[in-house]
C-alpha cells in the first residue's frame, strides 16, 4: 500500500532530476467557468509531461534495490520518453517496445534519450510480446506505465506540489484526466493524506470510457468503443488504479471530443500555453458540468504538452 | 527625459492592472544556444502581450492629469488591444481606428474590451487622418504605439521586473525585438539605470530592417523593403526612440523569415508556450549569432503570444 510516507520517499528521490512546475492562473477561464481555476503546469515538466514523475520514481528504485541492470517498456507515448529520460539519469540501458506504426518524431524522441527502439507489429500482443522477448534476454525490469506502485507514488506527487503549494484553505476539488489511472490514484492518495476534505473528479473522454463504467461495477471494464483525440487515454485501468480510484476518487465524468478540442484551443488561445489533446479533458469537464464547479476552488493538473504541430486539430 | 524615477513612477501605476510575469528556462535551448537564456514571459501578460504596460501608463496619466476625456489610437495590432484594455480598466471611453481589412478576430477582440472601432482605408495616411477627426470630434487624447515618453515608460517596466528578479551577478545582454523602438527603448533605459554593466541588443527582422539602418546612419531611414512574418514589427523608429537607442543599445542584429519561424517552432515545441512571430526574432537571432552569445548571462523579453491558430506558418 502506497501511505504519505511513500509519496514523501518518491519526492525526494525524484526532486533532482524534475522541475518543480508552476501553478497558473486565468481570469478569462474563471470568468467563463465561474470557478477559481489553478493549473498544475506538468506540460513544463522534463519531457514535457507528468509521466517523467512515475518514470524516474520506478527507475530509480531499479537502481536503489539493484533489481536490475536495464529497464524496458512498451509505450508509443510520453511514458516511453518518461523511461527513456530517467533511464539516461541514472546510466540505465532502456529498452522501449513501440509499435512500428508510431510517428518517426516519437521514436527519434525515445532515441534521442539514448533508449533502444525495438520496433513490434501495433497490436497489445505484439507489444507484450515484445517486451518479454526483452526481459527474457537481457534481464531488464518492466516499468509498467501505470499499474506498479513506484509509478503510481511518482505521479502522486504532482498533487502533493500542487496542494504544498496552495496553502490554506483548501481546494474544493482536484481534476486530473484518467487513462491506465496511475496519476489519478497518485493525486487521489496524495489529496487523501495532504488534503482531506478536497474530492477528486476523474475527467475521460467519451471515446474511452472504460473508467467511468469500471468505477460503476467495482471491477475492470473495457470501452464500450476506443475514438477519440485523446491518444493519452485509451487505456484500461488495472485491478490495482481501479482499488485506488473507488476508494478515494469522488467522480469520474465524461466528455466529447468535440468539447476536449474546444478546451485545448481555449487554453492555447487564452493561457498562451501548449497541451496537449490528452491534458484538455479537465478543462472540457469543467466547462461541460458548469453547475459542479462554480464558485469552487478547483485545481486541475496539465498533464502534457507533446503534440504534433503539423497535425493540430484546428 | 525618461529617469529612472519616472520609470518606477510608471510601474507603480501600472502594477494593480497588469500581471508581473515570471521568468522561464529551457534546459534544451541552453544546450542548444551554449548561453544560459533567461525568458521573460510577456507572452502570459494582459491582453497577451507588454504592450498592456505602455497603453495603461499612457492612459492613467491622461486620468491623473486630466488631459482628456477619452483615448484614441490607430492599430491593428497589440497596441489597439493594450489601449482599449487599459482604457476600461479606468471607465474612459476608446476609440480604435483600425484598417478595413484588419482580422474580424482583432476587431472582435477590441470590441470585446468595450472600445469603439472605426473602420478606415488601409493606408498610414487613412489611419491618421481617421485618428485626427476622432481627436477633433471627441477631445480624446492620442495614445501613440511608440513616439510617447510614456509608453516607453511603461514599457521600460518590463526589462525593470526582470533585471530585478535576477539579482546578481547581472545578465551581460539583454534581447528585445524591435519595430518601432518603444520597447527596445524602455529596455534599454531601465538598463542603464539598473545594470549598467549590461548590453541591450536589438533584433529586426531582414524583411523589414529600418532600425539597423538608422542605428548606422543616425538618421530615421525606411527599411529597404517590407516583407516579414513579424507583422508587429513593421513599424519605423521614430526620432525619439531613435535618440534612446543609439545612446543605450550596443547592436542591432537581423535574421530572415525563416529563422524567425524555426525560432517561434522550437519554442512552441520545446518550451510549450505560445508566442507569435514578432516574438521569436529575438531567439532567432541567437541562434544565427552563436558566437556573440555562448557562454554568457542573456534575458530575453518573449513581447506576446497573440497569433491566428488558423493560419500558423508550420
Redesign the interface.
Known amino acids: 500500500m502506497i501511505t504519505l510516507d511513500t509519496i514523501r520517499a518518491a519526492h525526494d528521490r525524484i526532486r533532482p532530476h524534475i522541475h518543480h512546475t508552476?501553478v497558473?492562473t486565468n481570469q478569462t477561464l474563471n470568468d467563463r467557468t465561474g470557478a477559481s481555476l489553478f493549473f498544475k503546469c506538468e506540460?513544463?515538466q522534463k519531457i514535457?509531461a507528468f509521466k517523467a514523475r512515475g518514470g524516474l520514481n520506478a527507475v530509480l528504485q531499479v537502481v536503489d534495490t539493484k533489481a536490475g541492470k536495464a529497464v524496458a517498456t512498451h509505450s508509443s507515448g510520453n511514458h516511453a520518453q518518461a523511461v527513456a529520460y530517467a533511464a539516461r539519469q541514472v546510466g540505465l540501458p532502456a529498452y522501449i517496445v513501440m509499435p512500428r506504426t508510431a510517428p518517426q518524431v516519437k521514436k527519434d524522441a525515445v532515441r534521442g534519450y539514448g533508449a533502444e527502439v525495438i520496433e513490434c507489429e501495433p497490436t497489445q500482443a505484439a507489444r507484450e510480446a515484445g517486451v518479454q522477448t526483452i526481459i527474457d534476454e537481457t534481464g531488464a525490469v518492466l516499468v509498467h506505465p501505470y499499474d506498479d506502485e513506484w509509478v503510481i507514488a511518482g505521479q502522486a506527487t504532482a498533487a502533493t506540489e500542487l496542494i504544498t503549494d496552495f496553502g490554506q484553505p483548501p481546494f474544493d476539488l482536484i481534476l486530473t484526466p484518467v487513462g491506465g489511472g496511475g496519476l489519478l490514484s497518485g493525486t487521489a492518495l496524495a489529496t487523501h493524506f495532504l488534503s482531506p476534505t478536497t474530492r477528486v473528479i476523474g475527467c475521460e473522454p467519451e471515446g474511452a470510457a472504460d473508467a467511468v463504467l469500471s468505477f460503476q461495477s467495482g471491477q475492470v471494464e473495457s470501452a464500450p468503443y476506443i475514438d477519440t483525440i485523446a491518444d493519452g487515454l485509451m487505456a484500461r485501468l488495472s485491478d490495482r488504479t481501479l482499488g485506488y480510484i473507488r476508494q478515494h476518487v469522488s467522480a469520474i465524468l465524461t466528455v466529447p471530443d468535440a468539447d476536449i478540442i474546444a478546451a485545448m484551443?481555449l487554453v492555447?488561445?487564452r493561457?498562451?500555453?501548449?497541451?496537449e489533446p490528452s491534458c484538455a479533458v479537465t478543462l472540457a469537464v469543467v466547462l461541460r458540468y458548469p453547475d459542479q464547479f462554480a464558485g469552487k476552488k478547483v485545481g486541475v493538473i496539465l498533464t502534457g504538452?507533446n503534440v504534433d504541430?503539423?497535425k493540430?486539430p484546428?
Chains 1, 2 share one sequence.
Open positions: 508552476p497558473l506540460n513544463f514535457g484551443r492555447w488561445e493561457m498562451k500555453i501548449i497541451i504538452g504541430l503539423g493540430l484546428f
